[in-house]
């Protein structure tokens, strides 16, 4: 389903000149300069048996930081610059929308944060954005722990059975652990649901995962035929995807409702400034209706609560298989990031105030997110026409851009591109913690931490739009400190306890892409308990 251009036989060489002359035209009759941008000339088979990003990155070094895809029938603009990147992003946000990804997301989200149109974002962003402030976040830090100590209990009781039959280590799947961990933490934290999916499955959770399924075979399958008339009821995936809808907005449907029957009004401050530490339920959900209860209609909460539960789960999953996935390759780094758990938290418990020294973990998890971001792509639709600033290598001019031009921010190649990192495909947390000033790159400001004071984490504003974990500009995730905070935390409780290994060599563990970069078949390690740590005693 995905084509590149290709130059092997006659036809498409007729069929590359047609669509150049197409292309040409259009930019003509725009004014823009498409035509002129460098193609990526690759075979089709480069796009399969590997992740799209893969090939993308190739071209990127090979055609610089803005280039023209064809992808099926249509060419898609790739961006792998700091510069574009921010222009698109920032300074002319508003001149585009999520395109084809709110097409593939709108049947599951709605009118959620994400797929949602512009004049829908801005009203539900400024309900919503507030809803993640200091004390909900200090908040969910207890939220993080106790979730992650019933995964690590679990692993515990574990452990404990394979070393009373004789075993030294247990072997798991621990990506398929971070996303049981990952779902009871979202369902928590949004809307005060308790998955427990740690420990049992249940039909709400099978159906959250047939539709994060459904969602990422959208993201990869280039016709949307889930929007052909009767196809709900005639294709069987499309007739289970509307089951596991129906089973999710059932219970979601369930708790909006016992959350306006519970509504005690007040205003925003004071919702923002309550003793969360007395709370019973501290979730956005709770937040969101207490703040507007009355006049937000259910559907639209429903949505919102979707759209989190997609967005925070497989998302943080990702990085904590990663992050993991990293350090068992590298020792060195591993033993310094024990030697820092074991200063900062001892045996204790980590707290909100405690993250704040676990400086080594926080920057292994933003490494993470920099090898493997999530999600690898950032898709938008220009809505008008548009002039791209130059980028560094490449494009030195910018082109003009027709409205309705699609276009991948490739986050994967800014974040191992070889002109804004050093060693970019090395695993280095310690490269945060250097401060890079700028002289060479023209519209580029450098990795300056003092351009975000107080912020735990290296960001986009820090880094000038080099690092885009969290995308940047009116759109960038709302849930970027709970993610953080979620995963640091979850990291350190883990690493606290156990030494990790890889069970087979880096190279077994096979990626795929849908939404986010996961593995093929799960990430099996090894695991036993630390030294200085007996679970025997548990
Ligand atoms: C948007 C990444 C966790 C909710 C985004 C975007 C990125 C992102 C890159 C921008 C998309 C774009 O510009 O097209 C991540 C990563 C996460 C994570 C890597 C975990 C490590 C979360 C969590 C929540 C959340 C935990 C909610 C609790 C959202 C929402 C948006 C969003 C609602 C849309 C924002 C808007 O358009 O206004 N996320 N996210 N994300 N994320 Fe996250």
């Not at 590997?50 to 930081?65: C, I, V």
């Not at 990031?337 to 926080?362: M, N």
């Not at 993470?368 to 494009?395: F, M, N, T, W």
């Not at 090894?526 to 548990?538: E, F, G, I, T």
Request: glycine share 8%; charged share 25%.
């Amino acid at each position: 389903s995905i084509r590149c251009q290709s130059t092997s036989t006659d036809e498409q060489k007729t069929r590359n000149l047609l669509d150049n002359a197409s292309n040409l035209l259009t930019n003509l009759l725009s004014g823009g300069n498409l035509g002129s941008m460098p193609t990526a000339e690759g075979a089709v088979s480069d796009l399969f048996g590997k992740p799209l990003f893969f090939s993308l990155y190739d071209w990127f070094l090979e055609h610089g930081s803005v280039y023209k895809l064809a992808f099926g029938p249509k060419a898609f603009v790739v961006v792998s610059d700091p510069i574009v990147a921010r222009h698109i992003l920032r300074e002319n946000a508003f001149s585009y929308d999520k395109g084809v990804l709110a097409d593939i997301l709108e049947p599951i989200m709605g009118k959620g944060l994400i797929p949602a149109d512009l004049d829908t974002w801005k009203q539900r962003r400024r309900v919503i954005a507030p809803g993640f402030h200091a004390l909900y976040l200090e908040a969910m830090a207890n939220v993080f722990t106790d979730c992650s100590e019933r995964s690590i209990l679990k692993l515990e009781k574990l452990l404990k059975g394979e070393l009373l039959r004789g075993g030294k280590e247990i072997e798991l799947d621990l990506e398929a652990e971070f996303s049981s961990l990952a779902l009871d933490i979202i369902g928590l934290g949004v809307f005060n649901y308790d998955f427990g999916s740690v420990t049992k499955e249940s039909p709400v959770i099978k159906a959250v995962y047939g539709t994060l399924f459904e969602a990422e075979h959208r993201s990869t399958f280039y016709i949307p035929y889930w929007k052909f008339p009767l196809a709900r009821w005639l294709v069987p995936r499309q007739r289970k995807f509307h089951n596991d809808l129906k089973i999710i907005n059932d219970c979601l449907d369930g708790l909006i409702r016992n959350a306006k029957e519970t509504r005690q009004e007040t205003d925003v401050e004071k919702l923002q400034q309550r003793d969360y530490s007395n709370l019973k339920d501290a979730s956005l959900l709770r937040f969101l209706v207490d703040m507007r209860g009355a006049d937000v209609d259910d559907r639209q909460l429903r949505d919102d609560l979707m759209t989190m539960l997609i967005a925070g789960h497989e998302t943080t999953a990702a990085v904590l298989t990663w992050a993991v996935f990293l350090l068992a390759q590298s020792p060195s780094k591993m033993k310094k990031a024990q030697a820092e758990i074991d200063q900062v938290l001892g045996q204790g418990k980590p707290t909100f105030e405690l993250l704040k020294r676990l400086e080594y973990i926080r920057f292994i998890v933003v490494e993470a997110l920099r090898l493997y971001p999530q999600p690898p792509l950032l898709i938008r639709r220009s809505l008008k026409s548009d002039v791209l600033p130059g980028g560094y290598k490449g494009d030195k001019d910018g082109y003009t851009i027709p409205a309705g031009t699609d276009i991948f921010i490739s986050v994967y190649n800014l974040h191992r591109s070889p002109y804004f990192w050093e060693n970019p495909n090395e695993f280095e947390p310690e490269r945060f913690s250097v401060q890079r000033t700028n002289e060479d790159i023209e519209g580029w400001a450098g990795f300056d931490p003092s351009r975000s004071p107080g912020a735990l984490y290296p960001n986009e504003v820090i880094s000038d739009f080099a690092l885009l974990p969290f995308g940047g500009g009116p759109r960038k995730c709302v849930g970027d400190q709970f993610a953080l905070m979620e995963s640091t935390l979850a990291l350190a409780m883990l690493l606290q306890k156990f030494d990790v290994q890889l069970k087979g060599s880096p190279e077994s563990v096979e990626l795929v892409t849908g939404a986010t970069i996961h593995t093929k078949n799960g990430m099996w390690c090894k695991l036993k308990k630390r030294s200085s740590y007996d679970p025997a005693s548990v």
